[in-house]
Each structure stands twice: as C-alpha cells, then as structure tokens.
C-alpha cells in the first residue's frame, strides 16, 4: 500500500517562502509520477506541480510559474515543493499525489493521495 506523508505547511506573511515534503512508502517510485495539487476552501482542488521520478520531467501551473520548484530526491523517496514570492491566493491546503501512469496535470490520473497540509499566506 502507497502512503505519501507531506509536512512543511503553515502560515507566513505575503513574499515569504515555504518549503513542502512528500515523504512516499510502501511501493518502488523509480517510475511514478508525483504531484502537488491544492484545493482552496469552496473551489475544486486543482494542479500545481509534477514530476517524474526519472528523468525528473516537470510541469507547472501557470499561476506558479517562476515561483515554485519542484524536486525529488530518489534517494528518500521524498519529493518538495519550494514555495518562493508566496501570495495571499496560494493559500490552499496543499496535497502530494502519485501515479505509475497518466497525465502529470490531470487530477483523475493520480491513484495516491495524502493527508494534505495547510498553507495560509497572509497580506
């Protein structure tokens, strides 16, 4: 059974920088897909970032362009969300995804899913 544990959330003022974990256990990720997603109180939860285990492929959403990072560190089984120039609107609870195959930015390609963790960006 796959199990993604994330940690790093919290709440910081506007401009300030988080750094998300994704801890994944329970299977061998050197082929998986991995994603961030968010979900803000009353609206769908929607894509962040993706990677691939190999070759470390990424994919961004537009509205975090030049802002997050993604990364993964095979040897932990651990992937991160770098959060730099954080905004009020970025304030979601933040989930870590995982999939042998599928589209990295597609929600419903995605079987694993963790707990979440809340980041609250203050103005």
């Known amino acids: 059974q796959v199990q993604l544990v994330e940690s790093g959330g919290g709440l910081v003022q506007a401009g300030s920088s988080l750094r998300l974990s994704c801890v994944a256990s329970?299977?061998?990720?050197?082929?998986?897909?991995m994603g961030w997603f968010r979900q803000a109180a009353g609206k769908e939860r929607e894509f962040v970032a993706g990677?691939?285990?190999?070759?470390?492929?990424?994919r961004y959403a537009d509205s975090v362009k030049g802002r997050f990072t993604i990364s993964r560190d095979n040897a932990k089984n651990t992937v991160y969300l770098q959060m730099n120039r954080l905004k009020p609107e970025d304030t979601a609870v933040y989930y870590c995804a995982a999939t042998q195959a599928g589209i990295i930015y597609y929600y419903n390609s995605y079987n694993y899913w963790g707990q979440g963790t809340q980041v609250t960006v203050s103005s």
């Open positions: 990677i691939r285990w190999s070759g470390g492929t990424t």
């Open positions: 329970g299977s061998t990720f050197s082929t998986y897909i």
